[in-house]
């Protein structure tokens, strides 16, 4: 603000000594006092544009950590979509394999002794189900729901749900003890035997958890992230079902 009083003065002072020695006309004169209000008008605005240093509380450091933290989520978000979208099938594979190997990992950690180590082979069995079978078979089922069931009013979800417990449910259970069991070294007898044995009581306790998260997954979450919420509900019930699936074989009759 200063130097542009200081600029006008300045220019003012020059007309005044140029009118005085030379004499110009009005015209002349309106037209040069003119220039000295457009040119005093640049400075006080250049002035008050210069960006003010910022205060060292205006924008602390840890929130600007939080922003980009938020940012990389967003960001990793994204990707994911975008993978959902490009290969949705080996994306839902990979994604049940890591919740699967979780779920038997903190399976292991609970039940065994201070004196057991992890069994990776065994982790590796249940990854392996999540990756081969588990992913392909959330993909078709909820997508072939989606479009029989396009509705999420209450009565289309709750039909959604009960042929999920009674189609899919048994099937992917099934298929579960039984590529555990092969990849053990049963044979078909003694898988038939687990089946016998495991099967149902797993299902009936299924029924204690299993019809809330399917209300829920079909109600609220659209169909192409249906399986990855799926996969997510079955953390809890897999840290069950790999205890299971590890007890020894059935004595066949």
């Known amino acids: 603000m200063g130097i542009a009083k200081l600029a006008k003065r300045s220019i003012v002072h020059q007309s005044k000594f140029r009118f005085s020695s030379n004499p110009i006309s009005g015209s002349q004169f309106a037209s040069h006092y003119q220039q000295c209000r457009a040119y005093s008008a640049r400075s006080m605005n250049t002035a008050a544009t210069k960006v003010p240093k910022p205060h060292f509380l205006s924008f602390p450091t840890f929130l600007r950590k939080s922003s980009e933290c938020a940012n990389t989520k967003m960001g990793f978000l994204a990707w994911y979509l975008g993978a959902l979208e490009s290969r949705p099938i080996i994306t839902k594979s990979i994604s049940s394999a890591i919740i699967y190997a979780a779920a038997d990992v903190t399976s292991q950690v609970i039940t065994m002794s201070p004196s057991d180590s992890l069994d990776i082979v065994r982790t590796l069995r249940m990854a392996g189900f999540g990756l081969i ?121």
Request: glycine share 6%.
């Open 133 to 253: 079978i588990l992913g392909t078979a959330q993909h078709l089922w909820f997508n072939y729901m989606g479009r029989v069931l396009p509705k999420r009013d209450v009565v289309s979800t709750l039909k959604k749900l009960l042929i999920g417990q009674f189609a899919y449910g048994p099937l992917i259970n099934s298929a579960f003890f039984s590529f555990n069991a092969a990849l053990q070294g049963e044979n078909g007898e003694e898988i038939a035997a687990r089946l016998k044995r495991d099967l149902l009581p797993t299902m009936i306790k299924g029924l204690m958890y299993w019809p809330m998260c399917d209300f829920l997954t079909y109600k609220v979450i659209p169909v192409h992230l249906q399986p990855l919420i799926n996969s997510s509900f079955s953390y809890a019930w897999t840290i069950y079902l790999t205890y299971v699936a590890s007890l020894k074989k059935a004595a066949s009759d």
